[in-house]
């Protein structure tokens, strides 16, 4: 019975497959497409050869993405290794299986499942030919971008590499940091600023021309959400050099804070600056070349580096490392420390006055979806996102070091005032890593909380650090 059916099957093939029958094991042997999974892309590649064979012609085949199909009549579906337009073009049929469409960018063809990233959003394409794409908001906006451009708003945006292809909830959690201090702090005393009625504050101050030399360089605090530590030792070590005359310059470490100071804190998943403060005054902390930045302990790292450094009390409030520094290339492990840090008023007179007097101070700064694209000029900001879903309209608490003011002339021949502020995005961002910011408007809060304090500065110190 069984020889009948075979000898029927045998009679059925076309004359020519019989004739033809050969060896064929690399095309009936090997494991169709669509069993491992595989759907076609779609395209015209009969078509586009011109290339329709009869009977079964290994030598009939195209190019077909990586592999090559076949164009003759022996093509099965359920093998997969004919082309995916042989039906219709050769035979004028509908396939027996669906042919999944190709997404088209850029002028070539992907099969479904490919991916390509647009900035933030990742895209796939499905099986119907359309490219599917997420719908996260990007910190580079391009739309927001131009039309802070194309408006008349004092400053202007730009890209940043650092910063493409983030989202803007990503750019919150890990670009800012600074946790707004409890209700208790912020209500705390300000400091008044004795102003006489014959001061004469100047159109324009910069810290870095009347202290030159002991005016730190701006920082990079990277996608740990750090700026508490690092506006902290920013403002820190200008005080400290200032308060010294130049004999001591030392660029605070904000790593000994990020990975020491834990009390209340969160390392590089946020801190406050009065916990900051309270840990220079107690413990003190050494130099960056001690005890450098390791961009390690973001939020994608559960555990954060265990602290390397820590202080003895060596009498009057003094404090001694008691480990050598964690790199080999530096030996002085010294401990600096500050008095315990002052709040000021919020007019930016007395602001000014202090600034001008004592050295830059630190400011908390409410941090908006445009501010990360800030090239130049004064920001204040726009209203370029309003019109956009809640998701594109975010904003953090971050923290800065203001070093200065001025005014400038605008196009409607108003003078508009400014503070000039460090970032910590590094020196690509802004202005060479500084930014100004309309002042005296309390322009995202950044006159509300402002601190100033005291490098803890002896005569021994003096003579210790004597050039």
Known sequence: MKAFWALVAVLLLPSEAVVARAPRTRRELAPGLHERGIRDAGGSYCQRHDACCSGRDDECTVPYLDTICYCDLFCNRTVSDCCPDFWEYCLGIEPPLSVQKACIRNGFKFPAGATYRDNCNLCTCHGNGQWVCEDHACLINGDMMDAVNRGNYGWRASNYSQ?????????????????????????????????????????????????????????????????????????????????????????????????????????????????????????????????????????????????????????????????????????????????????????????????????????????????????????????????????????????????????????????????IAANSWGKDWGEHGYFRITRGENECEIETFVVGVWGRVGMEDMHHHKK
């Open 163 to 419: 910063f493409w292809g983030m989202t803007l909830d990503e750019g919150i959690q890990y670009r800012l940091g600074t946790i707004k201090p409890p209700t208790s702090v912020m209500n705390m005393n300000e400091l008044q600023m004795n102003m006489d009625e014959n001061d004469v504050l100047p159109s324009y101050f910069n810290a870095a021309d009347k202290w030159s030399g002991m005016i730190h360089e701006p920082l990079d605090q990277g996608n740990c959400a750090g700026s508490w530590a690092f506006s902290t030792a920013a403002v820190a070590s200008d005080r400290i050099s200032i308060h010294s005359m130049g004999h001591m310059t030392p660029a605070l470490s904000p790593q000994n804070l990020l990975s020491c100071n834990t009390r209340h804190q969160q390392g590089c998943n946020g801190g406050r600056i009065d916990g900051a403060w309270w840990f220079l005054r107690r413990r003190g902390v050494v130099t960056d070349e001690c005890y450098p930045f390791s961009n390690q302990e973001t939020n994608h790292s559960p555990n954060a580096p265990a602290c390397m450094m820590h202080s003895r009390s060596t009498g009057r409030g003094k404090r001694q490392a008691i480990a050598r520094c964690p790199n080999p290339r530096s030996h002085a492990n010294e401990i600096y420390q500050s008095t315990p840090a002052y709040r000021l008023s919020s007019n930016e007179k007395e602001i000014m006055k202090e600034l001008m007097e004592n050295g830059p101070v630190q400011a908390i700064l409410e941090v908006h979806e445009d501010f990360f694209m800030y090239r130049t000029g004064i920001y204040r900001h726009t209203a370029v996102a309003a019109g956009k879903p809640e998701q594109y309209r975010r904003h953090g608490t971050h923290s800065v070091k203001i070093t200065g003011w001025g005014e400038e002339q605008m196009p409607d021949g108003s003078n508009q005032k400014y503070w």
